[in-house]
């Protein structure tokens, strides 16, 4: 240490010197990111609700409970739906018996069209000459069994659960 006493411009250069080898005071990287993973937001009251009443509803103890809620809650609607299913049960036939006749309707044109465009164009003799026969009715057969078969092994492989081999393994993170 030194009686010398700094002029204004040493002293701005000693301060801004040792201001400078001060460590930085900002956040580092990954500081908002770990703020915020801290960070509990509030959630929607409706959203509590349903997260509660799905915990209280999955406990085993609750079974026999939700049971009888549920057999409750048929028997409530059957008391309020039948007497007016019952009310109404002409205007209900009505209105089936109305469809089945315009659908019984729809499918006989389809059928009728479809055979008229069989017949003009000689598909039902071709088919009738070609599978009538002793070997030629055989070998049909044969290839539909075999399709048939083809198709219920696709679709086995389709639907079957993965098994192990079949599973990949996802690295821990």
């Given at each position: 240490m030194t009686d010398k006493q700094l002029d204004g411009g040493d002293l701005d250069a000693l301060v801004l010197r040792e201001l400078s080898c001060l460590r930085t005071l900002g956040p580092g990287r990954g500081f908002s990111d770990r703020v915020m993973a801290r960070v509990r937001r509030p959630q929607p009251a409706p959203v509590v609700l349903l997260r509660r009443v799905g915990a209280w509803a999955i406990q085993p103890r609750?079974?026999?409970s939700l049971a009888a809620a549920y057999a409750v809650c048929v028997a409530v609607g059957l008391r309020l739906a039948v007497p007016w299913v019952a009310a109404?049960?002409?205007a209900f036939s009505f209105v089936t018996s109305w469809a089945a006749a315009q659908v019984s309707a729809l499918l006989d044109a389809a059928a009728l069209t479809i055979a008229s465009w069989v017949v003009e164009l000689g598909a039902a003799d071709a088919i009738h000459s070609a599978f009538t026969a002793g070997p030629r009715l055989w070998?049909?057969?044969a290839a539909?069994?075999?399709g048939y078969t083809a198709c219920g092994y696709g679709l086995r492989v389709l639907l079957?659960?993965?098994r192990r081999k079949d599973v990949?393994?996802?690295s821990a993170l």
């Open positions: 609750r079974a026999v109404h049960a002409p070998a049909a057969l539909l069994t075999i079957r659960a993965p990949s393994l996802a």
